[in-house]
């Protein structure tokens, strides 16, 4: 009895970590869960890159909501802890005009609003929708926890470099903070899973390229470093080989700076239809790769090739890499981190260089936080 007490009592507290970190949109209206928002607090600052682009960092409001089918008015009101009213505003949308600081997706609303830094988080957030059809209010709660971490080279060096937040795509829309000197960064985000942070330094480009976390999971305080390289870890993703063998499927589409590694281009035919392929990194083995789970070393069984195709002005190819690791002696309850490494030395010109990135990857087992398999 008290151990099946137990398991209730973990998978009772899971659940409700797992239900703060459901995806937005919802796919109803029940209990007004379409409605959400989020206050990004963060402090004015900016960044100037070495190839002359800017970006500035600001705080912002986010609301999202199911459409209502005529015009309609939005109404938010932000509180702190002692109950003082912070921000009050009523945004009026008509259907005929797109207005430019919204997003319409599939009868779902995104806004997007700049707001001044407050020097205490907010404490809650209550929106309300107003057409002729109907009202709907909802009283959100605001939840923050600290990100904090180191930001090296692959030498361990120290790197000043800022974490750029993108909630819902792989751009930042203007949400970051600078680390230090010393590499040490510290930023408070709200409750909910990100599509990514991306980690640069003002070089970008020119003499390295970014860090990124995929699919962050930002429901408890966490601390993440993360490495800065002259490549890069994109489009990461982790599944479990579901039904087959105990192990991990990581993919992933390594890329590395032009002046350092020169694409190899050619075309290549799949499937009967031709695709002009580019590969932005040279040939990676299990050697080049070091994959971490929840900070313990995991064993790579198989490295596998595969391009990643799509259309742009014409038919695309890049490569990427399917690696399937082992998950025997790895937690299967709970959050799981997956960091991928590469580096590898190559001659260019006479020249040995080192070719090197990292990225991470969040998810719970299943999606639901308790594994069918522990």
């Not at 505003?89 to 830094?117: C, D, Q, S, W």
């Not at 025997?328 to 799981?336: A, C, I, P, R, V």
């Amino acid at each position: 009895m008290k151990n099946l007490l137990s398991a209730f009592f973990i998978f009772f507290v899971i659940s409700i970590i797992c239900t703060g970190q459901i995806n937005y949109p919802f796919s109803d209206t029940k209990n007004n869960r379409d409605i959400q928002a989020y206050w990004y607090n963060i402090p004015q600052d900016s960044v100037t890159f070495e190839n002359g682009d800017k970006l500035i960092f600001q705080s912002a409001l986010h609301i999202y909501g199911k459409t209502p089918e005529d015009d309609f008015q939005l109404q938010v009101e932000v509180f702190l802890k002692n109950g003082k009213k912070v921000f009050e505003k009523i945004f009026e949308i008509k259907k005929t005009v797109k207005p430019y600081f919204m997003e319409f997706n599939n009868g779902y609303f995104k806004l997007r609003h700049a707001v001044e830094y407050l020097k205490e988080n907010p404490d809650k957030i209550i929106v309300t929708i107003k057409s002729s059809k109907e009202e709907r209010r909802k009283e959100i709660k605001c939840r923050y926890y600290k990100l904090s971490g180191k930001i090296t080279d692959f030498k361990g060096k120290p790197v000043k470099a800022f974490i750029g937040v993108c909630p819902d795509s792989f751009l930042s829309e203007q949400l970051g903070k600078w680390s230090d000197s010393q590499g040490n960064y510290e930023i408070f985000l709200p409750e909910r899973t990100y599509n990514a942070l991306i980690v640069e330094t003002a070089g970008k480009g020119m003499t390295d390229l970014e860090a990124w976390a995929w699919h962050t999971i930002v429901d408890s305080d966490q601390v993440m470093n993360f490495k800065i390289g002259n490549g890069e870890v994109y489009n990461l993703n982790v599944w479990v080989n579901n039904g087959g063998g105990n192990s991990y499927f990581i993919s992933f589409r390594p890329m590395v700076l032009g002046r350092v590694f020169p694409p190899k281009n050619y075309v290549l035919s799949i499937n009967g239809k031709n695709f002009n392929v580019s590969e932005l990194v040279p040939p990676l083995n299990s050697e080049d790769l070091k994959i971490k789970i929840n900070g313990k070393k995991a064993e790579i069984i198989s490295i596998q090739k595969y391009f990643e195709t799509g259309f742009l002005t014409r038919p695309i190819g890049l490569l990427s890499y399917l690696i399937q690791v082992s998950r025997k002696g790895f937690d299967t309850l709970g959050k799981q981190t997956v960091v991928v490494e590469y580096e590898k030395e190559i001659e260019i010109n006479g020249k040995k260089v080192k070719v090197n990135s990292m990225g991470c990857f969040q998810f719970y087992l299943n999606y639901e936080g308790l594994s069918k398999y522990f």
